[in-house]
């Protein structure tokens, strides 16, 4: 989701908004933005709907001059994807340029005042309020500013970008510059993330740690209600009342960076074959054969804590959830803990009864997503201690959890998520053994799980040698409209995930649905253009899910089952039959989700669809 980005050093500014931008481009967005200031107080402004090459030809066209600049790469809420509402906006007449992430509730009235007081707008947009109210603390100040030495204007600045955002309801980061100072960028976040990276006589600002990898390694994370004054020689960061924070510099952690396509076609191809590796790196160092258990370093919570704990909530957003709802299944059977989960963006407004024996997970692969973050923050508010399952490191989520647990998948650039989703469920599994062990699941159970686990990569790679037979499949089907996803227990969330990717990256309608449950309504959907694709491991519930392929059948619908391998009787059922290799029932998601992404992936392919950048979604959704 909308990305920003900032230079002031000695440098070309555009060059390095724009290869900062780039690598924001996999968060989603529809138009992008770049403000630089030259010399002789001039701002130079480029924007454009679409595409940040776009912007760039622009840019090569009429360049932007300047070592001081701000770019945004926007994913529209207030106003369409145009280029009048593509950010950075201009504050008054011109004398400073705003890029703003997040949402503003109370833009209307705070426009209308606007409005009257004679500022002119050139958006629909909600951050454009931002710029003019700072412009208005800017003009009440107009005579103390005038001759006043550049130290004590910055002071005034800041007044008046905290005078700005204390009028605001909603959640932002902001980067400012401004055309009488062409030595300085003013940012400020509440809610939305933002980070100052550290270089010689210069520095960057960006809403993405890794957006500054090709720049720098160090690092500061500005917190919530925090400002930084940049200059290229010096970083101060103050509070929103004017007090100075002492700031951290962190080390970037090397790995996060994007590595780029590596010979693959898309992201999403790439990071699915990935799995096997990102699994490996997820179990590395966690599984501990003489006490037949797993590892975490950083729960926080000693066994005895843990021990006592009764009930257990998982909270997230999408394929997280997902991932969190197989978790569920897992820890139950293995801890036998209830465990809850719920969507993030419902549970920050409900009110649940909590007790002090309550744990809560916030699982994310991005550690910004907006609901996640909330929901982590009211249940932290409440008393309750969180932890994460996260995937990036330093992100606002493992920062304000009170502990977690790290996915090491490495970075996940496609939209569609695919390998977070395997190594969520790979550490929901390990926690489960975990937390099994420290009750009473038995030495032996600990061990055969430990071993399952070990396999599990491998298996994940014999998997993605279905990915000829899926694709041969994907250029039959690809010309339906509607799809079925239908599995049970463990295999209904992977159902509802191998549903999700398709729609994310197809923009076909697709439904996940528990194979039963199908026959109290999206039966009625079944005809012979409508696929149902069961997920059929030899599992508890094999033989149930047999016979709700029946009533397909009877019914005219094609089916394609995911089964395991060496079943001979699939075939005799379904249309098409993918296998798998066996694994303990406990993984079956793991191993089956495999030609569901591929599936996806090679229908979008067909159908001409931007695979790693659909239509409509971002890949971190810092907005509420
Ligand atoms: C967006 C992404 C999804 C992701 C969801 C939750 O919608 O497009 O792929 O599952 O956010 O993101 P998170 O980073 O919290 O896992």
Redesign the pocket.
């Known amino acids: 989701m909308c990305g920003i980005m900032g230079y002031v050093g000695h440098r070309g500014a555009s060059e390095r908004l724009l290869e900062g931008l780039r690598r924001l481009e996999y968060r989603?967005y529809d138009s992008a933005g770049l403000a630089t200031l030259g010399s002789g107080h001039a701002l130079h402004v480029r924007k454009q709907a679409g595409r940040i090459a776009e912007l760039a030809s622009d840019v090569a066209a009429r360049p932007a001059g300047g070592s001081t600049g701000i770019a945004h790469t926007r994913w529209a809420t207030h106003g369409a994807a145009t280029r009048q509402n593509a950010h950075p906006h201009l504050g008054g007449n011109g004398v400073l340029a705003l890029a703003h992430n997040g949402v503003i509730e109370n833009f209307q009235p705070l426009k209308e005042h606007l409005q009257t007081a004679g500022f002119q707008f050139r958006s629909e947009t909600d951050s454009e309020v931002i710029a003019h109210l700072v412009a208005e603390g800017l003009r009440a100040q107009q005579r103390e500013l005038a001759g006043t030495p550049a130290a004590d204007v910055y002071e005034s600045l800041v007044r008046a970008v905290s005078g700005a955002l204390s009028q605001l309801r909603g959640t932002y980061g902001v980067a400012l510059v401004f055309r009488d100072w062409p030595e300085l960028i003013i940012a400020a976040r509440l809610g939305s993330p933002l980070v100052v990276g550290v270089g010689q006589g210069e520095h960057y600002l960006a809403s993405d740690g890794a957006a500054l990898a090709p720049f720098t390694d160090k690092i500061v994370y500005l917190a919530d209600h925090q400002i930084a004054v940049v200059t290229p020689d010096r970083l101060r960061v103050v509070q929103r009342d004017g007090a100075t924070v002492r700031h951290g510099v962190e080390r970037l952690v090397a790995g996060q960076e994007d590595g780029g396509l590596d010979g693959y076609p898309h992201y999403m191809l790439k990071e699915i074959c990935e799995q096997p590796r990102s699994l490996t790196n997820a179990l590395r160092g966690r599984l501990n054969d003489d006490d037949a258990t797993a590892v975490f370093g950083g729960l926080n919570l000693t066994p005895q804590q843990l021990r006592r704990v009764k009930r257990i909530i998982l909270t997230?957003?999408?394929?997280?959830w997902h991932a969190a709802l197989v978790g569920e299944y897992l820890i139950e059977e293995l801890a036998r803990i209830p465990v809850e989960v719920e969507y993030a963006s419902e549970l920050r407004y409900r009110n649940p009864p909590l007790g002090e024996d309550t744990l809560l997970f916030a699982?994310?692969?991005?550690?910004?997503?907006a609901d996640?973050l909330a929901a982590l923050r009211e249940m932290k508010r409440k008393g309750l201690h969180t932890l994460a399952i996260c995937n990036v490191v330093g992100s606002t989520i493992s920062h304000e959890a009170d502990g977690g647990i790290y996915l090491h998948a490495g970075p996940e650039i496609g939209?569609?998520?695919t390998k977070?989703f395997t190594s969520q469920c790979a550490v929901l599994a390990l926690l489960a053994l975990y937390l099994g062990r420290l009750n009473d699941l038995s030495f032996a159970r600990g061990t055969r799980i430990i071993e399952a686990l070990r396999r599990l990569p491998e298996q994940v790679e014999t998997a993605l040698e279905t990915d000829a037979q899926v694709r041969e499949l994907a250029a039959r089907y690809g010309s339906a409209r509607n799809f079925l996803y239908l599995g049970r227990q463990i295999n209904f969330p992977t159902a509802l995930e191998g549903a999700l990717k398709l729609k994310?990256i197809s923009y076909l309608h697709a439904e996940g649905y528990p194979a039963a449950e199908m026959k109290h309504g999206p039966i009625a959907l079944v005809d012979q253009d409508t696929p149902a694709v069961f997920l059929v491991p030899r599992d508890s519930v094999y033989d149930k899910v047999r016979s709700n392929i029946q009533e397909v059948r009877a019914r005219g619908g094609p089916v394609i089952a995911v089964g395991t391998a060496g079943d001979r009787e699939l075939p005799q059922l379904a249309d098409d039959v993918i296998l798998v290799p066996a694994v303990e029932d406990f993984l079956t998601p793991l191993v089956h989700v495999i030609p569901l992404q591929l599936l996806a992936y090679h229908i979008a392919v067909s159908r001409g669809c931007d695979v790693d950048k659909p239509r409509n979604?971002?890949?971190?959704?810092t907005v509420e």
Do not use: D, H, I, R
């Open positions: 989603g997230a957003c999408g394929t997280s699982v994310t692969q991005s550690g910004e997503t996640t939209v569609a998520s977070a994310e979604l971002a890949k971190s959704v």
